[in-house]
């Protein structure tokens, strides 16, 4: 099973809502269905996940996340999940803003991109870092926004927006919290806004 899809099975109650933003194929939306019974609909932008969806008998919605979730009215879910997609948005804060009014909570999980190997692939070799986590080149790459785990940290802090939970994981696994800012390739947050 995928790591960051048993994080969020963890977290997920059962029965819950969940609008699972870049949903992809629909995966994590059929196994919370099937192993939490929740209630799920998937948006995505391509039209080849917009099928597999489908064809899953998933409900699932055709957008483009830069254009923001306006059409969905405050909390009308209790979860909504962004799965490696928030460094591939233009406005990143303004979509997590919209994911915590939307969603009683938020699940995300981004790559950490200072994880060790990426900051020794730009210090030592002087090249954008291109690996198993990262298999993209720079000029090909979907990602627009390079952050890092403080990073998100430091966003989350000045938006009053609380981390209730963070697993780290590193090449699909899980690890302890020991300097995640160096050794985790990906991070796994739960969200809710201060109120």
Same mark, same amino acid.
């Given at each position: 099973?995928?790591?960051?899809?048993?994080?969020?099975?963890?977290?997920?109650?059962?029965?819950?809502?969940? @609008?699972?933003?870049?949903?992809?194929?629909?995966?994590?939306?059929?196994?919370?269905?099937?192993?939490?019974?929740?209630?799920?609909?998937?948006?995505?932008?391509?039209?080849?996940?917009?099928?597999?969806?489908?064809?899953?008998?998933?409900?699932?919605?055709?957008?483009?996340?830069?254009?923001?979730?306006?059409?969905? #009215?405050?909390?009308?879910?209790?979860?909504?999940?962004?799965?490696?997609?928030?460094?591939?948005?233009?406005? #990143?804060?303004?979509?997590?803003?919209?994911?915590?009014?939307?969603?009683?909570?938020?699940?995300?999980?981004? $790559?950490?991109?200072?994880?060790?190997?990426?900051?020794?692939?730009?210090?030592?070799?002087?090249?954008? $870092?291109?690996?198993?986590?990262? #298999?993209?080149?720079?000029?090909?790459?979907?990602?627009?926004?390079?952050?890092?785990?403080?990073?998100?940290q430091r966003l989350c802090r000045e938006e009053g927006i609380t981390v209730s939970q963070q697993v780290y994981l590193s090449r699909g696994r899980v690890i #302890?919290?020991?300097?995640?800012?160096?050794?985790?390739?990906?991070?796994?947050?739960?969200?809710? @806004?201060?109120?």
């Amino acid at each position: 099973m995928n790591a960051v899809f048993e994080q969020i099975l963890h977290v997920v109650e059962p029965g819950s809502t969940v @609008l699972d933003l870049g949903c992809d194929d629909c995966a994590l939306l059929e196994q919370l269905a099937r192993e939490r019974n929740t209630l799920g609909r998937g948006v995505d932008i391509d039209d080849r996940s917009i099928q597999a969806c489908i064809r899953k008998g998933i409900s699932v919605f055709h957008g483009d996340l830069d254009e923001g979730l306006k059409d969905y #009215p405050s909390r009308s879910y209790d979860y909504v999940i962004l799965s490696r997609t928030l460094q591939q948005v233009r406005d #990143p804060k303004n979509l997590l803003l919209e994911m915590l009014r939307v969603g009683r909570q938020a699940i995300v999980n981004y $790559p950490n991109f200072a994880f060790w190997l990426n900051r020794l692939q730009l210090g030592i070799g002087g090249r954008m $870092p291109e690996n198993r986590e990262l #298999p993209y080149s720079w000029y090909d790459t979907p990602n627009i926004h390079f952050f890092t785990h403080r990073d998100f940290q430091r966003l989350c802090r000045e938006e009053g927006i609380t981390v209730s939970q963070q697993v780290y994981l590193s090449r699909g696994r899980v690890i #302890p919290g020991f300097l995640p800012n160096l050794f985790a390739t990906e991070v796994c947050c739960t969200l809710s @806004l201060d109120v």
